[in-house]
C-alpha cells in the first residue's frame, strides 16, 4: 500500500520547550544573535520515537486524521528524520506556515532588522534543498504543499517548479487532501493550485478530530470570524464551533499516561466567542469549556481572544480566571489584535473589532479591557498595523497616545506591518522605506513598552524550578538584550 508522509520544517516541528510563545521568535531573521543559540532558545528539535514526532503541528494532525480515516497509510515524521522513511513513500505532504517570510510578522522584523531570511522561510526551503527531499523527487514522489502560508506561491509559481512541489493547496484541505493523495499515488497529473472555496469548506461533522498529540496541546476550538475586518484572511470563512464532545476527544488525544496533558492551548480567532454567533460572549458554554481543558491540565492558554469580547462581559473573565488560576497556574495568555488607536481609520478597514461597543470609544475600550484582562491574570500579547491603506499621521498620533496609556499594563505590544490579505489585496506592501517620523516614533514606543515588559514576562513565562527552564530563561533575556543593544547603536533608544 502506498506511504504517505507528513511533515513540516523544523520551525514549525518544534514544541518551543513547551512555551508556545517562543514559536513566534522564528518568524525573526536569522543572523541576529549566532543561529545555533537562535535554535537552541527558539526552535528546539522535538523529541522523536524512531522518527515519529511525539507531537506535530495542529494542522498536520488534522490531515493525518482525515487521510487515516481514508484508509490511507499515513505516517507523520519529523523532518531531520525523513531519510529512514521516505524511500518507501510516493507522497510527501508538507505544511508551511510562512514559505517566503512575507506573513505580517516576519516581514516586519526582516524589513526592521535587515540580517537575512526569516528561520521560518529559511528552514522550510532547507528542506525542500535536503539531498533526500531531492533524490525521492528524482525518483518520482510527488510533494504537495498546504498550510497557512499557502498564498504566498500565487505570488512565486516559479518557485514550486525549481523545488519540485506538484501541488498547493490553498484554504481548508479536509474535503480536498485524500481526493489530490489518490490523484498523485495513480500518476494522474495534479494542479499546480488547489483552491478550496470558502463555500467548499467542511463543516463541523466532516471535520475529523485530530488522533495524536499536537504541538503543546493546541486544540482548535471553532473557526471563522463574524467581526469581518477588511485585511483579513479568516472572514473569507464560515463561523463554526465545535461541540465540547468533539474538543474534549481532541484534548484526550493529547493526554498522557498519567491521565494529563502538559498544557492545552485552546485555539480560536475569539476563543472568548465560543458557541456564540455575534459578538456577545455566550457565558456559561466558555466557562463549560475552561472547565473541560482544567480537568485535564494544568495549563490553560488561549491563542486569541477580542478586547471588545473582554470588555463586553469582564464577569465572564473573572470566571474564566477562577477555572484556570490556581497553585498550578499563574497566568495565562492569549493574542489580541488591537490593530491602531485611531477609531478613524478602524471604520475603514474593520468596524466590526469593537462590536457591541461603537468603534469611536476605540481607545477607552481598550485601556478598560487590558484592565480587567491583567485584574484577572490575563497577559495579553498584542499586534497593531503599521501603514494601513489611507493611513494619516493624525491615525498614528492615537494610536502612539493609545500605547502610552498602556504604559503600566502587563502586555506584549508587537507593531506589524501591513499585508495586504483578506480584502485588500490589490493593496501595496508596506515597506520599511515608507515608514515616516511618526510611525517610527510608534515603532520606538512599542520597543520600549515591549523592552520593559518582555523582561518581566520571561520571569512569569518562565516561573518553574526545572534547570532547563532556567537556562531558557537566561538565553530569551539574552536575546532581548541584543535586540536593546541593536536599538542603542541605531539610536531608537
Ligand atoms: S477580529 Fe481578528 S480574526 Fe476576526 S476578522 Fe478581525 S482580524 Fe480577522
Not at 276 to 291: A, C, F, G, H, Y
Amino acid at each position: 500500500m502506498s506511504l504517505i508522509l507528513l511533515t513540516s520544517d523544523e520551525t514549525l516541528m518544534s514544541n518551543h520547550h513547551g512555551k508556545e510563545f517562543l514559536g513566534f521568535g522564528t518568524s525573526v531573521p536569522h543572523n541576529v544573535i549566532p543561529d545555533s543559540i537562535f535554535k537552541l532558545i527558539f526552535f528546539n528539535k522535538i523529541p522523536t520515537k524512531k522518527g515519529i514526532p511525539i507531537q506535530a503541528p495542529y494542522g498536520l494532525r488534522k490531515i493525518e486524521a482525515k487521510l487515516l480515516d481514508d484508509g490511507l497509510n499515513t505516517l507523520t515524521v519529523a523532518p531531520f528524520r525523513l531519510k529512514e522513511y521516505i524511500n518507501d513513500a510516493d507522497v510527501l505532504c508538507i505544511s508551511t506556515m510562512d514559505p517566503f517570510g512575507w506573513g505580517p510578522s516576519s516581514s516586519t522584523f526582516s524589513k526592521v532588522l535587515k540580517t537575512g531570511k526569516p528561520f521560518v522561510a529559511l528552514y522550510f526551503q532547507k528542506l525542500l534543498e535536503s539531498r533526500v527531499v531531492i533524490d525521492a523527487k528524482k525518483r518520482g514522489l510527488k510533494i504537495i504543499v498546504g498550510g497557512p502560508g499557502a498564498w504566498q506561491f500565487r505570488h512565486k509559481p516559479e518557485f514550486l517548479t525549481e523545488h519540485g512541489i506538484d501541488c498547493v493547496v490553498e484554504g481548508e484541505g479536509e474535503h480536498a487532501i485524500s481526493k489530490i493523495v489518490k490523484m498523485a499515488i495513480n500518476g494522474e497529473n495534479l494542479p499546480q493550485f488547489y483552491d478550496v472555496r470558502p463555500e467548499d469548506a467542511p463543516s463541523v461533522e466532516d471535520i475529523p478530530a485530530i488522533k495524536n498529540p499536537s504541538i503543546n496541546g493546541l486544540i482548535e476550538v471553532g473557526r471563522g470570524c463574524v467581526r469581518r475586518c477588511k485585511f483579513c484572511e479568516v472572514t473569507k470563512r464560515p463561523l463554526r464551533w465545535y461541540p465540547l464532545d468533539k474538543v474534549e476527544k481532541e484534548i484526550q488525544a493529547n493526554v498522557m499516561k498519567n491521565g494529563k496533558a502538559d498544557s492545552i492551548i485552546l485555539h480560536a480567532e475569539d476563543v472568548l466567542l465560543y458557541g456564540s454567533k455575534n459578538t456577545i460572549p455566550e457565558r456559561e458554554r466558555v466557562t463549560d469549556l475552561m472547565r473541560l481543558a482544567k480537568r485535564y491540565t494544568d495549563s490553560v492558554t488561549w491563542s486569541h481572544a477580542s478586547i471588545a469580547a473582554i470588555a463586553a462581559d469582564s464577569k465572564l473573565i473573572e470566571e474564566c480566571s477562577e477555572i484556570i488560576i490556581d497553585d498550578n497556574q499563574k497566568w495565562w495568555g492569549a493574542e489580541i489584535g488591537l490593530e491602531s488607536g485611531s477609531p478613524s481609520i478602524m471604520k475603514k478597514t474593520m468596524a466590526g473589532k469593537a462590536h457591541p461597543f461603537d468603534i469611536n470609544d476605540w481607545p477607552e475600550i481598550v485601556v478598560n479591557a487590558m484592565g480587567i484582562a491583567n485584574d484577572n491574570k490575563l497577559i495579553p500579547a498584542c499586534t497593531l498595523i503599521v501603514g494601513l491603506p489611507e493611513e494619516t499621521e493624525e491615525d498614528v498620533i492615537k494610536t502612539i497616545e493609545m500605547v502610552e496609556d498602556l504604559r503600566d499594563f502587563n502586555c506584549i505590544i508587537v507593531p506589524l506591518f501591513f499585508v495586504p490579505l483578506g480584502q485588500l489585496t490589490k493593496e501595496n506592501w508596506f515597506e520599511s522605506e515608507m515608514v515616516t517620523d511618526v510611525q517610527k516614533e510608534l515603532l520606538i514606543t512599542c520597543l520600549n513598552h515591549g523592552i520593559k515588559w518582555s523582561r518581566s514576562f520571561v520571569d512569569d513565562y518562565f516561573d518553574e524550578n526545572k534547570v532547563s527552564n532556567k537556562i531558557i530563561s537566561v538565553l530569551v533575556k539574552y536575546f532581548i538584550g541584543a535586540i536593546e543593544r541593536k536599538a542603542i547603536k541605531e539610536g531608537l533608544i
